[in-house]
Structure formats: structure tokens, C-alpha cells
């Protein structure tokens, strides 16, 4: 998401991972304060000016696998602290996507924020930002100062639509990506409105996208003499990339793809289906081998007889029919049943889980997929584990997102080497 111009709303556990200890040499000749046990990003240091959620979950995928990430907060906090579900007033949203993260507080907007951080960038690698573009040039923080200072910087700028182009002013969150990517043109039933996602859909594949972009600029740098350069990350373009290949289909073929509802486009049958004892179940057989074994299990060999059943085409042609006959006999028996005789033949259905359902389900359990991580003011708290998983150097969740200028002494006393009267000066001024 991508707010407006103010501060604060800008546009277990396993593996590596630890608190900074021993020095190492950085490009240029940089020196910094890289952690004891390697994680695959350690000596990797990232500056989180961000908020909600593309730029601070870059951060966070960086924080998990080592990086050691610096949240850069306006005084008054940021604006995920207060947003969604909280227990004992702690933002569950923010224990888990502030995790791994030092945090210190800093108005970034006053002309002293800006000289600390400008300090801090010298020894950063990432800097992440996500305000209405101009917003950083306003603050005399533009790319070309930033660079100046740390030829070496990689400077990740998330906004809504991009930093060029006719809407790149516009204020914008993930909710405009998600309707303007054509996303919630194809999602939904084809007699109701466009449906949006109840999560932060578009934010998730940006900062997925992002994620990837600064790893891809880091190589540059690191390893083909680069230097540092500016990440140009909108949040609608990411979305509109996974969409498939609907720019073609329209272009070639003169086709919009619309709704269809739990249907798709290319692959029948594919549905939902409830089951006797009140289970919702998801079934896929995109190849003809799958649809075939599905015919077979719920009593219609004949179908694949017929002549169109032998391409996606033509059974997409006939999904209504094909549905009607898997639903009845799914409707017929429970859902462990169910899925016991489509495992037998080899074919692909799933249970709709709730959450609840998904911590108790063994294949989770198995492979840690949820994390229990200890909180100083929540006791513990599950979240989604590490992803994806790296056998030599995994990542890790150390901790979960910390008080609100909890790392302040931390780091403008013990490596920026301000004065205790220093800092309650700036303090009083509200700059930190």
C-alpha cells in the first residue's frame, strides 16, 4: 500500500540468524558490524522506511534469511502498529511483519532525521521507501543525495504506480492494484460485482517481486562491478504479471476473460464440491490423464468416450455437465472418503481450509510451516514459518516486532556514537 505524504503514513524457528557481532569488509571498502552466525544475508543491511505492506514485507523476507534490518519510525509510530487485530494492545500485524527488525525512531521529514539518516545509509546496502513520489526530493533525500553519500546503495521505491507516468502522483494502497491490474475483473462470479481480496493480495506479490529486485541488484553490484541504483517497484505491474497471459488472449484472439467464479478459462473440470458430511473440496484436473482418472472414480467411464472430452477445450465446453456428475457423487460421501479414493487413483483434490483446520493438519505440523515465536508482551505468538526453505543456509525468526523505538540506544549511541545529550536533545526536538 502506498499512503499519502506524511510520515507516518507513507506512500520453531529454525536456521541462521543472529544479533551483529564481528566486523567484515563490505564493497568500496566499507566496514560494518556483521553477525556471529552467517545466515545467507548476513552482512546485508537494510533500512526500512516504509509502511503497509510491500516495502516492510521486503524488509522482513530480507530479515528472515540474516539482513540486518533497521525499521526507521516517526516518533509518534507507525501506522501498523494500530491497524487490524490486536491483543493487550500489540498489533498482531505488526509482531509479524516487524519480526527480525531493530526499530528506531527517527522524523525523517525535519532537517536533522534526514542528516541521521543520511549516517545510516552510509553503511547500508538497501534502503526502502515507500512515499508519494517527490516526497523524498521534497525532504532533500532524493536518489542522487542518497547515492552521493553510498555510491553503493540500493534504493527500493514502492509506490502504487510507479515513480513515471500520468497517475505516479496519485496516492494509492493495494486495493487500487487489485482493481486496476484486472485482477478483480476476473475474480468473483460472473452475476456479482468484482470481488477484491479480504488480505493484502497485491502488497504480498509486490514485495515478493521486490524481494527479488534487490537480490537481483545486489549480484549486479556484488558480482558484474555495478554499483548502486534505484528499484523502481510499482504495486500494480507485479499483480498484473501473474495474471496470466490475458494481454495476448485479448490482443490475439479478441477474448476479455471475465469471471467465471471457482471455474477457469483453461481447465475443466475444476470447481468446488461439498461433500456429505458438509466439506468443501477443491478439485483440479487440468491434464487429460487426471480427468480421466477423475470420470473413473465417481462412475462415468463413458465420458471419456466421448469426443470432446480428449482436450481442455472440449470439456470446457461441457463443464456444466462434468461438474453435475462429480458433485453428485461427492455429495454422496464424506470428505475423508472422498479424498482417500482421488488419492488411490492418483487424482488431484484438496479440502478449503480455515485456519483452524490448518493448525491441525499434519502436513503442516510436519514441516513447521507455522512457527510459534516467544513475544515479551503477547507470551507467543504463531505465524506463517520462514519461506522458501534454504537447506544450507535456512532462515529463521528470531523475534517478533519490537517496541516502539526499542533499538533507539542500540544504534544512534552504539554505531551512529551520538552523546546521551545528544540524544535527549533530539528527543526534545521530536526529530527521534
Not at 353 to 374: F, H, K, M, N
Not at 402 to 425: A, I, K
Request: aromatic share 8%.
Amino acid at each position: 500500500m502506498t499512503p499519502d505524504d506524511s510520515y507516518d503514513e507513507p506512500s520453531s524457528t529454525r536456521g541462521g540468524g543472529a544479533a551483529p557481532g564481528s566486523e567484515g569488509p563490505l564493497p568500496g571498502g566499507r566496514r560494518r558490524q556483521d553477525p556471529p552466525t552467517a545466515g545467507a544475508l548476513s552482512g546485508v543491511r537494510v533500512l526500512d522506511c516504509a509502511t503497509l505492506f510491500a516495502g516492510p514485507v521486503i524488509a522482513s523476507m530480507m530479515g528472515d534469511f540474516g539482513a540486518d534490518v533497521v525499521k526507521i519510525e516517526h516518533p509518534r509510530g507507525d501506522s501498523l502498529r494500530s491497524l487490524g487485530w490486536n491483543k493487550d494492545g500489540v498489533s498482531l500485524w505488526w509482531a509479524m511483519v516487524s519480526r527480525n527488525k531493530r526499530c528506531v525512531t527517527l522524523d525523517i521529514s525535519l532537517t536533522e532525521g534526514q542528516e541521521l539518516l543520511l549516517r545510516l545509509a552510509e553503511t547500508a546496502d538497501v534502503l526502502i521507501e515507500n512515499f508519494r513520489p517527490g516526497t523524498f526530493e521534497r525532504w532533500n533525500l532524493a536518489p542522487s543525495r542518497l547515492l552521493e553519500r553510498n555510491p553503493a546503495l540500493v534504493i527500493v521505491r514502492t509506490t502504487a504506480f510507479g515513480q513515471t507516468g500520468p497517475y505516479s502522483r496519485r496516492p494509492g494502497f493495494g486495493t487500487l492494484a487489485e482493481a486496476m491490474s484486472g485482477f478483480a475483473h476476473m475474480n468473483g462470479w460472473p452475476d456479482k460485482p468484482p470481488a477484491l481480496p479480504p488480505f493484502a493480495l497485491a502488497d504480498g506479490v509486490a514485495a515478493i517481486t521486490g524481494a527479488f529486485a534487490v537480490m537481483a541488484a545486489l549480484r549486479w553490484r556484488d558480482m558484474c562491478g555495478g554499483g548502486g541504483q534505484v528499484v523502481d517497484l510499482s504495486i500494480y505491474e507485479p499483480l498484473f504479471s501473474i495474471l496470466g497471459p490475458q494481454a495476448a488472449v485479448y490482443d490475439s484472439l479478441g477474448i476479455e476473460v471475465s469471471r467465471m467464479g471457482n471455474r477457469t478459462p483453461f481447465s475443466a473440470p475444476r470447481n468446488v464440491y461439498r461433500s456429505r458430511d458438509g466439506r468443501w473440496l477443491a478439485l483440479s484436473a487440468s491434464s487429460t490423464s487426471i480427468a480421466e482418472r477423475v470420470m473413473l472414480v465417481v462412475g462415468h467411464p463413458e465420458m471419456i468416450d466421448e469426443p470432446w472430452f480428449a482436450d481442455n477445450g472440449g470439456r470446457l465446453q461441457h463443464a456444466g455437465e462434468l461438474d453435475a456428475l462429480i458433485g453428485e457423487w461427492i455429495a454422496e460421501r464424506d470428505a475423508e472418503v472422498v479424498i482417500a479414493e482421488f488419492e488411490r487413483v492418483q487424482a488431484a483434490i484438496g479440502p478449503v481450509y480455515s485456519i483452524a483446520d490448518i493448525l491441525e493438519d499434519p502436513q503442516y505440523a510436519a514441516r513447521g510451516t507455522v512457527a510459534r515465536v516467544p513475544h515479551s508482551r503477547l507470551g507467543s505468538v504463531l505465524v506463517p514459518n520462514v519461506v522458501p526453505r534454504l537447506e544450507g543456509s535456512p532462515g529463521a525468526i528470531r523475534y517478533l516486532g519490537p517496541d516502539l523505538g526499542e533499538h533507539n540506544g542500540e544504534v544512534y549511541l552504539g554505531e551512529l556514537g551520538l552523546t546521551e545529550e545528544e540524544m535527549r536533545g533530539l528527543a526534545s526536538r521530536r526529530v527521534v
